[in-house]
């Protein structure tokens, strides 16, 4: 599975951004996909996920209430990142990531998706 993230970029305090994750290659046994962000000297940190076999949508504490994962139903093959009320803290470089693996699985641990993107990197001026 490949990944490509875009929707990155320069956005002051109080904006919006919309990222976006295309997936391309052997999606179909895909089982979730995720955003995650790291800033600089900080570690990876969950941001927003889902699993496809489930409604429901997970969100880490810091962007809840302010940030929307959507999905596209059936294919598999894109997930995005509405990004509201942005603060300078939300600075990072965001990454997609893919869930393949059968199990029980928990949608905030990165250590659970085997699939990365590269990633885009959002500043957030204040």
């Known amino acids: 599975v490949q990944l490509q993230a875009s929707g990155g970029g320069l956005m002051q305090a109080g904006g919006s951004l919309r990222l976006s994750c295309v997936a391309s290659?052997?999606?179909?046994?895909?089982?979730?996909m995720a955003w995650f962000r790291q800033a600089p000297g900080k570690d990876r940190e969950f941001v927003a996920g889902f699993m496809w076999a489930g409604v429901r949508t997970f969100y880490g504490d810091l962007v809840r209430g302010r940030f929307t994962v959507s999905r596209d139903n059936g294919r598999k093959t894109a997930v995005y990142l509405q990004m509201n009320s942005l603060k300078p803290e939300d600075t990072a470089v965001y990454y997609c990531?893919?869930?393949?693996?059968?199990?029980?699985?928990?949608?905030?641990?990165?250590?659970?998706?085997?699939?990365w993107g590269l990633g885009t990197l959002v500043t957030v001026s204040s």
């Open positions: 290659g052997r999606t179909s046994r895909s089982k979730g």
């Open positions: 990531a893919v869930r393949e693996g059968n199990g029980s699985w928990s949608v905030s641990r990165d250590y659970e998706y085997e699939y």
